[in-house]
């Protein structure tokens, strides 16, 4: 295992969005997601383009192409962990904004909830 541990964001209902689009993919996408994830665990922050990308605000892009287009799947780093929030197919040449405020108000909740843990 490496330095950081990914998981799913799980939203109040249970549900992990970014688990079921995953899940959704041909087997052979879902490879090549697996083989990004063990990198991104392995490296974290350092793991950089074409691979990855920081948006801004804290949250991270993972990047790879598939049968249906570019799959983008957006995550943040908390302490030992990343999180993944979102995953779309991206069509267009900028990563759309409603994606990123996604992302970034799933981080917000998550904090949230550790620090009410604590």
């Known amino acids: 295992m490496g330095r950081f541990y990914c998981f799913y964001y799980s939203l109040s209902s249970g549900r992990m969005p970014v688990k079921e689009f995953v899940e959704s993919l041909e087997s052979k996408t879902q490879g090549k997601f697996s083989c990004l994830r063990r990198l991104l665990e392995e490296l974290g922050k350092e793991l950089k383009q074409p691979h990855s990308k920081h948006l801004g605000s804290n949250i991270f892009e993972l990047r790879f192409q598939s049968e249906v287009g570019t799959i983008r799947v957006?995550?943040?780093?908390?302490?030992?962990?990343?999180?993944?929030t979102n995953a779309f197919v991206k069509k267009s040449v900028k990563v759309p904004l409603k994606e990123i405020e996604?992302?970034?108000?799933?981080?917000?909740?998550f904090i949230g909830n550790q620090q009410e843990e604590r």
């Open 74 to 84: 957006l995550y943040f780093f908390w302490e030992d962990k990343v999180v993944m």
């Open 102 to 109: 996604l992302a970034k108000q799933r981080r917000e909740i």
